[in-house]
């Protein structure tokens, strides 16, 4: 189904699983789904439901699992999130082979289902108004009312159904709903909807139908009619098991799938809900689908996350069934130590303070040699161009430098990383604002590679870049979305979007980068030496116009937080 990759230690689902084929249940077959809603793009938490259901499919010989579209809300659906779904999918390493599919593919069954639990008198139609079906459901504390409707003759239901689906009647002006048991202590089973009246043209069925089944009625029934062994669904739905029962149950379908249930995935500093998420791309808080701000998997993949690392943080966050929330630090982790191993390392100035080496022939150039990855030797060498006037990061430098501050302040020696240690001899400084605008410095020639000869040391390495060789660059730094570690946590809090991080884009426009990243292509991943891992933009990035994000700072705060609970226990 998937390329082989390790097998994650047991969750609870896949002890359910192991159990199943030993007793043989379901002729030994293993046949998951992942079925989302067309009426957004994935995200993260998505991921992780992708990862467990392609992923036990993976590890069962003959085991499959389908990608299907729940597309029974012609309202909010689109095109264009299906395709995004289906490159999602396939980005992360997935695929469903032939087993695509569509529930709009199943009206015509499923109406012929509803017309099933009609004449065997488990299903009605219902003629109250959306509102006084609410107040008939009664509450938790209290048992529902039967419908006056409940009564209908199966005759009258039959007919009344087929109206419904000829046209002739307005929206909301009839359901279909199960007749099950207004007095459940379960909400979901007080005689549910089934079928409702939605006067809109749909994405793949067009107009010809104008009533669309609800999800307890069409979910169970897909995956039953595509031979789903285990539906695994999300905690939220614990409650519509006896449902799903119920529906399989009264039409004695052969295939019974069985529901199980796991704890959704909720990361801190970020929103995972599709409408959540709607709402920051139609308000314009972000730039899009794929801002690299945002939790979706396109975005991510603009921000430059590996598929890997994304399938190795669903595989550490594991599958439980209580609700939990788990760290964005987690996941930042697991992207550094992805391109940790394989990002090439450049030297990028994020914000350039001008360098003249005083002592350093006015037309000579040198090619240094530089390590690509230290973490990876067969990545090899490249050559940087070092000369007399050069960049270094402002930051670098401290006219009045404070205690533990190793970098670059007058009087004071400091390696260039790959070539020379050299010594601040002076500070030009603009007249009106006494900004530092340049620096002088004097190189000694002992140190080529950045060692001296004579065993002395210096307690700061800078990155730098030639200035004339340099190429110019915008970068983006992001950071976390929102401020609050959980902005759509509070029921009756403010409004999530009252937490938007204001500075979570900061675009810095003449940074300088080495010249080995002419032409680099777009989405491809480097480390900044001192900075970070960046990606070249895959949208505004052009020849010649070099657009960097920012994946993640090289500041590790999951590595302090793992540490600090190993110190605790
Ligand atoms: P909505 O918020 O619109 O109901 P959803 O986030 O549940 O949407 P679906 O398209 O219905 O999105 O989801 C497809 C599958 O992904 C479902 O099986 C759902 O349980 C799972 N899923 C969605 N969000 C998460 C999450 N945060 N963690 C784990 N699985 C998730
Ligand atoms: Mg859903």
């Not at 945002?294 to 993949?301: E, K």
């Not at 080496?357 to 990876?376: F, H, K, R, S, T």
């Not at 070539?419 to 002088?440: M, N, P, R, W």
Request: aromatic share 10%; charged share 30%.
């Amino acid at each position: 189904m998937t390329t082989t990759r390790s097998t994650p230690a047991p969750d609870f689902i896949r002890c359910i699983i192991a159990q199943d084929l030993k007793a043989n249940k379901n002729e030994g077959r293993v046949v998951t789904r992942f079925p989302p809603e067309p009426n957004g793009y994935l995200h993260i938490g998505h991921a992780k439901s992708i990862c467990l259901n392609f992923g036990i499919a993976g590890e069962h010989k003959g085991g499959t699992c389908h990608l299907r579209f729940d597309d029974t809300n012609p309202c909010k659906e689109e095109v264009e999130y299906v395709e995004s779904i289906k490159a999602d999918v396939r980005w992360l390493g997935f695929d469903w082979g032939d087993h695509l599919y569509y529930t709009s593919d199943y009206f015509d069954q499923l109406y012929e289902y509803a017309v099933q639990l009609i004449k065997v008198g488990k299903a009605y139609v219902c003629s109250l108004s959306a509102q006084e079906i609410r107040h008939y459901r009664g509450t938790l504390t209290e048992a529902g009312k039967d419908s006056p409707y409940r009564t209908r003759s199966m005759e009258e239901n039959v007919d009344l159904f087929e109206r419904m689906r000829a046209g002739e009647f307005e929206e909301g002006s009839h359901v279909l709903r199960a007749k099950i048991d207004m007095a459940s202590p379960n909400l979901n089973m007080r005689d549910p909807t089934l079928y409702r009246i939605r006067r809109v043209a749909h994405h793949r069925t067009g107009n010809k139908w104008c009533i669309y089944p609800m999800y307890d009625f069409s979910h169970c029934l897909s995956d039953s009619i595509e031979g789903i062994t285990h539906s695994i669904c999300t905690l939220e739905f614990e409650d519509n098991r006896p449902l799903y029962d119920w529906v399989l149950d009264e039409l004695h379908m052969d295939c019974h799938p069985q529901q199980i249930e796991f704890a959704r995935l909720n990361l801190s500093y970020t929103v995972l809900s599709k409408r959540k998420l709607v709402e920051l791309v139609e308000q314009g808080c972000v730039t899009g689908w794929d801002d690299p701000r945002m939790p979706t998997l396109t975005g991510l993949r603009r921000r430059g996350y590996t598929p890997e690392s994304i399938r190795n943080f669903c595989e550490r966050i594991g599958v439980a069934k209580r609700d939990s929330m788990v760290d964005m630090a987690l996941l930042e982790h697991c992207v550094r130590e992805d391109l940790n191993v394989r990002a090439p390392r450049v030297m990028g100035v994020l914000q350039p303070l001008r360098v003249v080496i005083d002592n350093y022939p006015e037309d000579q150039v040198e090619e240094l040699e530089a390590v690509n990855n230290p973490e990876d030797p067969s990545m090899g060498t490249r050559k940087v161009p070092f000369s007399r006037v050069l960049y270094i990061e402002r930051e670098d430098f401290r006219e009045d430098p404070p205690k533990k501050f190793f970098r670059l302040a007058p009087g004071r020696e400091v390696r260039l990383r790959y070539a020379y240690f050299i010594t601040c001899v002076g500070v030009v400084k603009d007249e009106q604002s006494g900004k530092v605008v340049e620096l002088h410095c004097t190189y000694d020639p002992e140190t080529r590679g950045g060692w001296s000869p004579d065993g002395r040391k210096v307690k700061g390495t800078l990155h730098w870049v030639s200035a004339a060789h340099s190429l110019e660059a915008e970068v983006r730094l992001y950071d976390r979305l929102f401020v609050h570690p959980n902005p759509g946590g509070e029921k009756d809090g403010p409004d999530f979007k009252t937490y938007f991080n204001p500075n979570s884009l900061q675009t810095l426009r003449s940074c300088r980068v080495e010249p080995s990243l002419a032409g680099a292509a777009p989405g491809s991943r480097c480390q900044f030496e001192r900075q970070g891992y960046f990606c070249v933009d895959t949208v505004d990035s052009s020849p010649g116009v070099l657009v960097f994000n920012r994946t993640a700072s090289l500041r590790d705060s999951w590595a302090k937080i793992e540490k600090a609970q190993k110190n605790k226990s």
